[in-house]
Protein backbone atom coordinates (compact mmCIF):
# COMPACT_ATOMS: atom_id res chain seq x y z
CA UNK A 1 0.00 0.00 0.00
CA UNK A 2 3.02 2.39 0.56
CA UNK A 3 4.35 3.81 -2.42
CA UNK A 4 7.63 6.27 -3.37
CA UNK A 5 6.99 7.97 -6.64
CA UNK A 6 10.01 9.69 -7.48
CA UNK A 7 10.48 12.75 -10.25
CA UNK A 8 12.74 14.94 -11.83
CA UNK A 9 15.80 13.13 -13.33
CA UNK A 10 16.95 13.61 -17.23
CA UNK A 11 19.78 14.39 -19.04
CA UNK A 12 22.04 17.22 -18.36
CA UNK A 13 25.30 18.97 -19.09
CA UNK A 14 28.02 18.95 -16.95
CA UNK A 15 28.04 21.84 -14.33
CA UNK A 16 24.02 21.93 -14.51
CA UNK A 17 21.37 21.42 -12.11
CA UNK A 18 18.84 18.87 -11.33
CA UNK A 19 15.69 18.31 -8.62
CA UNK A 20 14.60 15.24 -7.67
CA UNK A 21 11.34 14.87 -5.77
CA UNK A 22 10.12 11.82 -3.88
CA UNK A 23 6.60 11.64 -2.52
CA UNK A 24 5.37 8.57 -0.45
CA UNK A 25 2.25 7.82 -0.35
CA UNK A 26 -0.29 5.45 1.63
CA UNK A 27 -1.54 4.55 5.08
CA UNK A 28 1.66 6.40 6.69
CA UNK A 29 1.84 7.36 10.01
CA UNK A 30 5.57 8.70 10.34
CA UNK A 31 8.88 7.71 8.50
CA UNK A 32 11.95 8.35 9.95
CA UNK A 33 14.21 9.09 7.57
CA UNK A 34 14.14 9.67 3.74
CA UNK A 35 17.25 9.53 1.14
CA UNK A 36 18.72 9.02 -2.35
CA UNK A 37 20.35 6.29 -3.07
CA UNK A 38 22.34 6.11 -6.64
CA UNK A 39 23.91 3.05 -8.58
CA UNK A 40 26.34 3.71 -11.73
CA UNK A 41 27.22 0.85 -13.77
CA UNK A 42 29.07 -1.50 -13.08
CA UNK A 43 29.06 -0.66 -9.25
CA UNK A 44 27.23 -1.26 -6.22
CA UNK A 45 24.32 1.16 -4.70
CA UNK A 46 25.69 3.74 -2.68
CA UNK A 47 23.93 6.42 -0.37
CA UNK A 48 24.02 9.58 -1.99
CA UNK A 49 21.92 11.79 0.96
CA UNK A 50 19.91 11.69 3.74
CA UNK A 51 17.90 13.16 6.04
CA UNK A 52 16.24 12.31 9.21
CA UNK A 53 12.59 14.19 10.16
CA UNK A 54 13.97 16.49 12.70
CA UNK A 55 16.20 17.22 9.87
CA UNK A 56 19.80 15.67 10.62
CA UNK A 57 21.27 15.11 7.13
CA UNK A 58 24.14 12.65 6.08
CA UNK A 59 25.88 13.10 2.59
CA UNK A 60 28.43 11.22 0.42
CA UNK A 61 31.55 12.79 0.62
CA UNK A 62 31.34 12.69 -3.27
CA UNK A 63 28.77 14.74 -3.36
CA UNK A 64 29.32 17.31 -0.32
CA UNK A 65 28.85 20.67 -1.24
CA UNK A 66 27.27 20.00 -4.59
CA UNK A 67 24.12 18.44 -3.59
CA UNK A 68 21.36 19.32 -0.98
CA UNK A 69 18.75 16.92 0.39
CA UNK A 70 15.47 18.29 2.13
CA UNK A 71 12.10 16.96 3.16
CA UNK A 72 8.40 18.41 3.52
CA UNK A 73 7.24 15.95 6.69
CA UNK A 74 3.70 17.39 6.14
CA UNK A 75 4.12 16.26 2.24
CA UNK A 76 5.92 12.78 2.97
CA UNK A 77 8.46 13.83 0.36
CA UNK A 78 12.26 14.40 0.40
CA UNK A 79 14.10 16.59 -2.57
CA UNK A 80 17.45 16.25 -3.74
CA UNK A 81 19.01 18.99 -5.38
CA UNK A 82 21.70 18.17 -7.49
CA UNK A 83 24.68 21.27 -8.63
CA UNK A 84 27.41 21.28 -10.52
CA UNK A 85 26.77 17.74 -11.58
CA UNK A 86 29.44 15.72 -12.94
CA UNK A 87 29.69 13.11 -15.46
CA UNK A 88 30.81 10.72 -12.42
CA UNK A 89 27.12 11.57 -11.02
CA UNK A 90 25.77 9.75 -13.79
CA UNK A 91 23.36 7.01 -12.36
CA UNK A 92 20.06 5.24 -11.75
CA UNK A 93 19.31 7.18 -8.25
CA UNK A 94 16.49 5.71 -5.98
CA UNK A 95 14.24 7.26 -3.37
CA UNK A 96 14.66 5.45 0.02
CA UNK A 97 12.38 5.62 2.75
CA UNK A 98 13.53 4.52 6.08
CA UNK A 99 11.45 3.49 8.88
CA UNK A 100 7.86 3.94 7.69
CA UNK A 101 5.20 3.58 10.11
CA UNK A 102 2.07 2.30 8.78
CA UNK A 103 -1.06 -0.14 9.59
CA UNK A 104 0.97 -3.01 8.55
CA UNK A 105 4.01 -1.29 11.04
CA UNK A 106 7.77 -0.49 10.46
CA UNK A 107 9.21 -1.14 6.84
CA UNK A 108 11.79 0.26 4.66
CA UNK A 109 10.91 1.29 1.06
CA UNK A 110 12.31 2.13 -2.52
CA UNK A 111 11.02 3.99 -4.91
CA UNK A 112 11.19 2.88 -8.63
CA UNK A 113 14.45 4.81 -9.60
CA UNK A 114 15.05 7.41 -12.10
CA UNK A 115 17.94 7.93 -14.47
CA UNK A 116 20.57 11.03 -14.30
CA UNK A 117 22.60 11.53 -16.79
CA UNK A 118 25.97 13.80 -16.95
CA UNK A 119 27.18 14.72 -20.07
CA UNK A 120 31.14 16.03 -20.37
Known amino acids: QVQLVESGGGLVQAGGSLRLSCAAS????????MGWYRQAPGKQRELVAAITSGGTTNYADSVKGRFTVSRDNAKNTVYLQMNSLKPEDTAVYYC??????????????WGQGTQVTVSS
Open 96 to 109: NAEGIISTRGRSDY
Open 26 to 33: GSIFSINA
